[in-house]
Structures are given as C-alpha cells and as structure tokens.
C-alpha cells in the first residue's frame, strides 16, 4: 500500500483565497508530481520535481506554485483561487531509478471555489 | 500534437472477457501504462509495456505494439469490483506521461 498522504481531502473556499493543498510521502521517493484531474477527463501535469530544490512547471502551472525542500514533501499553493480552480488535485510520486517508475498516487483533494 | 485515443465507456457481463483498446500518437515513446481508478479515488498502476507483446499479470494481460501505436487491456473473469475507470497513459521522448481521458468500465450481473 502506497505511502503517500494529502491534506485536505475536502475543501470549500471563497474566490481570492489563497490555499495550500499538502502532500507527503514516506517512501523516500525523488520524484513528486501534482496533477489536476476534471471528472471524465485526463489528468493534466500541473508542476513536478525530480529531487530536492528541483521543481519544474506542467501544462497547467501558470497559477500555481510549488516547493520541495525537504524529500517528502511537495506543497501546492493557489495565490488567489478562482471558480476555474474547481477540480480535483493529485499528488503522486515514483522512485529515482530510471524514469519509467510507476506512479504512487494520493487520495486527492477536492477544491471546490465559489 | 500528442494524443491518446480510448473509448469513453464499456458495458460487459460478470464473468466475461473484455479488450479496452488504446491508440497513441505521440513525441516519442518511453513505455506505456494502464492505471485503474474507481469512482471518487485515486489511480493505482496495473501495467507497463515498453517492448511489443503480452504482459499477463494474473486477470489482467496489457499488449503493446509500438508500430501501429496501439495497446490494449484485457480483463477475464470480469468481477463487480473491476467496474472502474481504466486509465491509459504514454512516456514520450521528454518521460513526461501523456494521459488518455480513461475508459469507464461497467460491469453488469
């Protein structure tokens, strides 16, 4: 069973908040991606990292950021959340060796911005 | 541009076989994989192709043929529990995963 956590699982918010969704593994793995997932749709890369102060942007990163300092733990923050923001988000890690690692993913969290 | 084709939905019969097709067209190719995700939860890997032909896992068998950019699923002994959605995802040339919009699987008594 994969190790790897996300906070909150459920969140309601007003338009211009700024959130944080948390994200934490214990399996000591380099990489870490977030994702961001509509229903009936695929999965859209928001930003990943490949190690430790290493963060790169996906396709859907203009309104985000990211950070990785420490191994485990790979934060995504919303400066100012909108409606269009409404999804369901990701957080996934695979091991360093190679790039072909299978994907451990959390349970997600589910943003909901009125 | 890179896309990943798959059918939308797949009704079969408890007990049944079923093939979920995937075609690809893609920058490159660095391996393909099928990831399950039930309703309101997370995917969890099934299956990686890299090289041309069967991978069989127990229920689950994943073909590959990398010159026709195509790879299917398949699934014996279909169980209510395998009613999900069936993701198909490609490595291309930069190992970043292009993902297909998952084929929602319905299995009937």
């Known amino acids: 069973e994969a190790d790897i956590y996300q906070t909150p699982r459920y969140l309601v918010i007003g338009t211009g908040k700024k959130i944080t969704l948390e994200c934490s593994q214990t399996?000591?793995?380099?990489?870490m991606y977030w994702y961001q997932q509509d229903p009936g749709m695929e999965l859209h890369l928001i930003h990943y990292s490949y190690g430790v102060n290493s963060t790169e942007k996906g396709d859907l990163s203009s309104e985000s950021t990211v950070s990785r300092i420490r191994t485990e733990h790979f934060p995504l923050t919303l400066e100012s959340a909108r409606p269009s923001h409404t999804s369901q988000y990701l957080c996934?890690?695979?091991?360093?060796?190679?790039?072909?690692?299978?994907?451990?993913f959390g349970e997600g969290s589910r943003l909901t911005v009125l | 541009g890179q896309n990943i084709d798959q059918p939308t939905e797949m009704t079969a019969t408890e007990g049944a076989i079923v093939q979920i097709n995937c075609t690809y067209q893609?920058?490159?190719?660095?391996?393909l994989f099928w990831y399950q995700q039930h309703a309101g939860e997370a995917p969890t890997f099934l299956s990686y192709?890299?090289l041309d032909g069967l991978e069989e896992k127990g229920r689950f068998s994943s073909f590959l043929s990398r010159s026709k950019g195509y790879s299917y699923l398949l699934l014996k002994e279909l169980q209510m529990k395998d009613s999900a959605s069936y993701l198909c995802?490609?490595?291309?040339?930069?190992?970043?995963?292009?993902w297909g919009a998952g084929t929602k699987l319905i299995i009937k008594p």
């Open positions: 399996m000591g793995h380099d990489k």
């Open positions: 995802a490609v490595m291309d040339s930069n190992y970043q995963l292009i």
């Open positions: 192709n890299v």
């Open positions: 893609t920058s490159g190719f660095n391996g």
């Open positions: 996934a890690s695979s091991e360093g060796q190679g790039d072909t690692g299978e994907l451990f």
